[in-house]
């Protein structure tokens, strides 16, 4: 028998038709090599521009880590103002989503639910396990810019284990109202787990954590990867009650945290460490006002949602074209428009003053060839 029959006769039924994620870096990286000596600007996975030294204390590197390090734990713990016993650390936001799924949905049975165009990873971690996801689309008309549809989101309850909310959005950067979350949360208090996901809370100051003291179905995920500057790293947290946690200690991998991640992640979490993310997010957000003025002058460029996180989402008759010519010149954004409600949509993710200017002048350059060549 060939591989090929092997693998199609064997392999598990909701796994065949699966792709593989198509991650922001994978997407292009042939074109980012090229035969030019043009450094790549990357603005398509909103990463930070920059990146810190760290140091590497190695003497211990022959042992195996700790799963759930003391150091990142409550460091963590700190800064978000919770309980040691209600954080747990994992390889990235995207593992702990996995790892919510895996431990909430029972295969075949029951579902997540999703608000799109949201972020896309709820739904293929719910694949990869076998659940099933329902999907109830953001509002966004005269009632409201990408709000939660309360009614229908209610409405879809059944064999609902997990709803994610993500705050801010991405890739539209709206907030969804707190008064809405709030009647999910309450609508689903025995039956469901709410996920707020505060990927990109460093860049608002609008975060829900209060709300795990009030409701013990409430859970928020964080991230080193984006405020941080870390997303190289692989290091993001669950926050929840402490019964929660003891249950994704249930499913998580033994060592899921290297003992140099953790040496990094505690120093990104030390005061030196917090005061860096505070200045570095300043900047972003200095740089973005200066990119939000800018753009909608530009051809017939018009800003989509908001721009609470560290990206900005447009709309253009011409994204093809446009990403084509950006990718030419090695600059990289997110084509979002395969997204229900983002027909036409680009996302660009907020980059250093250097890297802003850059794109600026591409997409000016573009327009004005547009312009002349359609004249
Ligand atoms: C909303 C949201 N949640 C989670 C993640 C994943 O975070 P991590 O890098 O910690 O896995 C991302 C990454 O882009 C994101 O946009």
Redesign the pocket.
């Known amino acids: 028998m060939s591989l090929t029959s092997f693998i199609a006769n064997n392999i598990a039924k909701h796994v065949k038709d699966l792709v593989p994620y198509a991650s922001a870096r994978r997407l292009f990286a042939a074109s980012a090599q090229g035969n030019d000596t043009t450094a790549p600007i990357w603005l398509n ?2 990463e930070a521009p920059t990146s810190a030294q760290y140091d590497l204390d190695t003497s211990l590197y022959n042992r195996y880590p700790d799963c759930q390090p003391d150091k990142v734990i409550s460091a963590y713990a700190q800064y978000a103002g919770v309980n040691k016993d209600q954080v747990l650390v994992s ?7 996995e790892l919510l799924i895996r431990a909430f949905c029972n295969p075949v049975t029951d579902h997540v639910l999703i608000c799109p165009p ?2 896309g ?1 709820y739904a293929i971690s719910a694949r990869t396990c076998n659940v099933g996801v329902k999907s109830v689309p953001l509002i966004n008309n005269d009632q409201g810019d990408f709000q939660l549809d309360v009614a229908n989101i209610v409405a879809a309850s059944d064999n609902v284990k997990l709803v994610f909310i ?1 705050a801010p ?2 890739p539209t950067g709206t907030l969804p109202a707190r008064q809405d979350i709030e009647s999910i949360i309450t609508h689903y208090a025995d039956s469901a787990l709410v996920i707020i ?1 505060e ?2 809370i460093e860049f608002t100051d609008s975060t829900h954590i209060g709300w795990l003291a009030q409701y013990p179905n409430v859970v928020i ?1 964080r ?4 405020a941080f500057a870390l ?1 190289g790293l ?3 947290f669950t926050l929840a009650q402490p019964d929660i946690i003891h249950e994704l200690l249930k499913v998580i991998a033994p060592y899921p945290l290297s003992a140099p991640v953790a040496d990094i992640a505690a120093q990104a979490l030390s005061s030196a460490g917090l005061t860096r993310m505070r200045d570095q997010v300043a900047t972003i957000l200095h740089e973005q006002v200066a990119l939000v003025d800018v753009l909608p002058s530009i051809g017939d460029i018009e800003l989509v949602g908001a721009q609470t996180g560290n990206f900005i989402l447009f709309r253009t008759t011409h994204k093809d074209a446009l990403m084509q010519f950006l990718v030419h010149h090695k600059v990289f954004i997110r084509d979002q428009s395969k997204q229900i409600q983002l027909t036409d949509c680009l996302r660009i993710s907020t980059g250093n003053a250097a890297e802003n200017a850059r794109l600026l002048d591409l997409i000016t350059q573009f327009y004005q060839i547009q312009e002349a060549t359609s004249l």
């Not at 991230?223 to 984006?226: N, P, V, Y």
Request: net charge neutral; hydrophobic share 30%; glycine share 12%.
């Open positions: 996975a909103n390889r990235g936001a995207d593992e702990g989503i949201t972020y990873m993500c959005n991405n996901d990927a990109y995920l991230t080193l990867s984006k997303a692989r290091c993001g």
